[in-house]
Structures are given as C-alpha cells and as structure tokens.
C-alpha cells in the first residue's frame, strides 16, 4: 500500500499556497497518488488544519513556511527542505494574492508592490534556487506554474479590462521600489498588477525551459485548469461578486471548475507521463467536465514574446538579488 511507505520512499512535491483552494486540492490529490505533499505556506496551523480536515494521510504530507513575499523567507525555506534531507521530484507554484479593490499600493518587506512580489518575484527566486533539488532528483523532474485565462486577451476571459501589459518593463527598470508599483511603470491599478504578475509567470516558464530543458531534463509547463470560482483567491473581493462570479462562470460562460477537479488536473500534470512535455501551457477543452480532454494551449502575445522574456529575466533576477 502507497499510504504505508516511508515518506523518503515517495516521490516529494513543493505546493506553494497548499493551504487552500487549488494548491490544498492539488495536495490531496497528489497524496491520493502515492506521494508526499511539502505544504509551502505561511499558516503553519492553519496548513495543519486543512490538512486534517482535507482527509491527507498524516504520513503524505509536511508543512514547511514560506512568505513568498518576503525573499529572506524565500531563501530561509529552500534551506529548511535541504535540511530535512528529502529529493524534489516536483515544483508547484501556485499561490496568488489578488487584491482588487486596493486604491493605493501596498509594499513587501524587501519594498515591491505586493502582488507582484508574491505572485511573481518570490516564484521567480524559489524556481530559480531549487533547479538544482529537481536537477538531482532523479527521473522526470517537472516544475509547474500555474496559469490564468486572464493574463490572455486573445481569449473571453483575458478581454475584460484593464488588460496585462508590461510595456519595456520600466517599473522594473527603475528598481520597483515605492513610488513605482507597477511592472510597466505607470499609476497603480491592482486588477492589471495581478494579471501582468501571471504573465510574468508564463514567461518564467517559458525561459526557464530556454535556458535550462535541455541541460537538466528538467520539465517546465504551465495549466490553466479552469475558472476555479469559489476559490480563497477572491476573499479579497466585494461579497457581492463572490456570490455572482461562480453562478455566472457555471451557467454563462461554462468555465467554472471546481477546486477538487482543478486539484486533479494539478496533479496529472505534476504525475502522469503524457504531460512530460516542456515548455507547454495546457488547458482543457471542456473545463466544467471532469473528462474533458487536455490540449496545450497558445499563450498570449506577450507571454510568447522572446524578447521581453529575456528581458523580464533579467530584471527580475536583479530585484530578487541573483547572479
């Protein structure tokens, strides 16, 4: 039986924001499949909870903090899982702030607009120290970051504005430091900061399989698993609309998923051998059924263009203080 081998035994992911929604249903069922689950969070008893609740076996899983918003906290994580002493076989980034209705910016502890910061930078930084884990690991390492329809105008979803737009990354040219808040340097809307932070994301991706897919055989993609609508990434939205919003992703536009079929949709990307292909962004063909069929998908314009790639790499490597 899977639930009664030694944890060291079984294959090891990192869920960030495992604590609920997506990263919590990924997290159970990447268990269900015979591995151990590294909760990334910044709840520890939280985690512990939900984690119970969520039916995990107590052997599947460990809790490990980590603030994404907080680079020290970024660094001082990677060296608390090298100290427990397991392999990496999988990176899931998946935490996300949204905060729609701020007016004025709010900042990290290293002075980086906060959504950008979490969403983006403290991903970038954590991909980028924990190659080496996943390199070592042994057969099929795979890191996966999750996507979102929004980050895409060429699809219904992503039309809404304000769209996702980088500009020549002017923000972070300048340092992104207060009173620069956005990527592209101009005034601060949060909605456009939580969508450009997911294009940097699938940019993230789409360099990390450039530079390193070939060299370490490493798998890099990235899913959108569907509109998880109810999921803890709207708290931060008017009531009114955390009502609305699953109602009409249900009955309007038919993308609705719920947060244990998203998990599911996870955890096939992180396990199963026909999603072994770098460098894909993979999506659902009919996102509400459960046997809906996987395709990869065209990324937006600006997530497919090389050049500002490079470009977000660089600059994002000199504000998260790497070589």
């Not at 591995?35 to 910044?42: D, G, L, Q, T």
């Not at 980088?166 to 620069?180: D, H």
């Not at 698993?225 to 609305?244: S, W």
Request: hydrophobic share 35%.
């Amino acid at each position: 039986m899977e639930s009664q081998q030694n944890p060291q035994q079984k294959p090891t992911v990192i869920i960030t924001g495992a604590s609920s929604g997506v990263g919590l249903a990924a997290a159970k069922a990447l268990s269900d499949k015979g591995w151990h689950v590294v909760m990334a969070c910044r709840d520890l008893p939280k985690t512990e909870s939900v984690a119970q609740t969520a039916g995990i076996p107590r052997d599947s899983y460990t809790i490990l903090q980590l603030d994404l918003a907080d680079l020290g906290n970024v660094r001082q994580f990677v060296k608390n899982f090298r100290d427990s002493g397991k392999s990496l076989n999988a990176l899931v980034c998946n935490a996300a702030i949204y905060m729609p209705l701020l007016k004025e910016p709010l900042y990290s502890v290293d002075g980086y607009e906060l959504s950008v910061a979490t969403n983006h930078l403290g991903h970038f930084l954590l991909c980028n120290l924990m190659l080496e884990d996943l390199k070592h690991s042994g057969a099929d390492p795979r890191l996966i970051i999750l996507g979102t329809v929004t980050h895409n105008p060429d699809e219904l979803g992503g039309k809404i504005p304000p769209r996702p737009d980088l500009g020549n990354f002017q923000g972070f040219e300048a340092g992104f430091k207060a009173p620069i808040s956005m990527v592209d340097g101009k005034k601060f809307e949060p909605v456009k900061a939580y969508k450009d932070s997911k294009v940097c994301n699938v940019l993230t991706m789409r360099e990390l399989h450039r530079r390193y897919h070939e060299s370490t055989g490493i798998t890099f993609s990235s899913l959108y698993p569907g509109c998880v609508a109810d999921t803890p990434l709207f708290r931060n939205h008017y009531p009114l609309f955390q009502k609305i919003f699953p109602w009409f992703q249900k009955n309007i536009t038919g993308g609705y998923v719920s947060q244990e079929l998203s998990g599911e949709r996870v955890a096939v990307v992180v396990a199963d051998p026909e999603y072994k292909q770098s460098g894909a962004y993979w999506s659902w063909g009919n996102r509400q059924k459960k046997d809906g069929k996987s395709f990869v998908q065209k990324v937006s314009p600006q997530a497919r263009d090389d050049e500002k790639a490079e470009r977000m790499w660089n600059l994002s490597a000199k504000l998260v203080g790497l070589e």
